[in-house]
T-cell receptor
């Protein structure tokens, strides 16, 4: 399994864009990049998945450079309710969904 | 569609007692996961099932933890005997197996306190 590295924490203010970069130098050819969000007292929730270039949905955007050794999750115009832990995972469709420590994002008013 | 159901939501037991958790995945989901999440840490995979077969149980403490998936649907996770360090939230997740899919759906979890 490819190891991922992401910042432990990030602070932001309401209305700002938050970008979380994840490093995955050993990503394999078949691996996807997936991000999950977890609020306190809840299970993780899938946010977005990508393989290359850019993916956008109603919640976030995922930017993946050509070498795929890193990826950036972008949360546009965050609100207080976006305060959560964000996890970057790398693997194929049979992967073990291995979570690291994640990035705690705190949004302040 | 209904989500992943887990029960109980909370459980308090004394060390050396046994406990069981139940999970009902989303209908039709072939893959089922059990995770242990200790406060302040990310979820740790305990066991992964594909239908009723075990794909990965490398991090399951087999001397005290056991899990089964009946007929490839519901699953139970058991701890016997429990230790203080087993205090955690136990999360169940399920996923439909598709070639281009890495999305799993998580239940609310069971918070276990061992005293």
């Amino acid at each position: 399994l490819a190891k991922t590295t992401q910042p432990i924490s990030m602070d932001s203010y309401e209305g700002q864009e938050v970008n979380i970069t994840c490093s995955h130098n050993n990503i394999a050819t078949n691996d996807y990049i997936t991000w999950y969000q977890q609020f306190p007292s809840q299970g993780p929730r899938f946010i977005i998945q990508g393989y290359k270039t850019k993916v956008t949905n109603e919640v976030a955007s995922l930017f993946i450079p050509a070498d795929r050794k890193s990826s950036t999750l972008s949360l546009p115009r965050v609100s207080l309710s976006d305060t959560a832990v964000y996890y970057c995972l790398v693997g194929d469709n049979d992967y073990k969904l291995s979570f690291g420590a994640g990035t705690t994002v705190t949004v302040r008013a | 569609e209904a989500g992943v159901a887990q029960s109980p939501r909370y459980k308090i037991i004394e060390k050396r007692q046994s406990v069981a958790f139940w999970c009902n995945p989303i209908s039709g989901h072939a893959t089922l996961y059990w995770y242990q999440q200790i406060l302040g840490q990310g979820p740790k995979l305990l066991i992964q099932f594909q239908n009723n077969g075990v794909v990965d149980d490398s991090q399951l403490p087999k001397d005290r933890f056991s899990a089964e998936r009946l007929k490839g649907v519901d699953s139970t996770l058991k701890i016997q005997p429990a230790k203080l360090e087993d205090s955690a939230v136990y999360l169940c997740a399920s996923s439909p197996w598709r070639e281009d899919n890495t999305e799993a759906f998580f239940g609310q979890g069971t918070r276990l306190t061992v005293v």
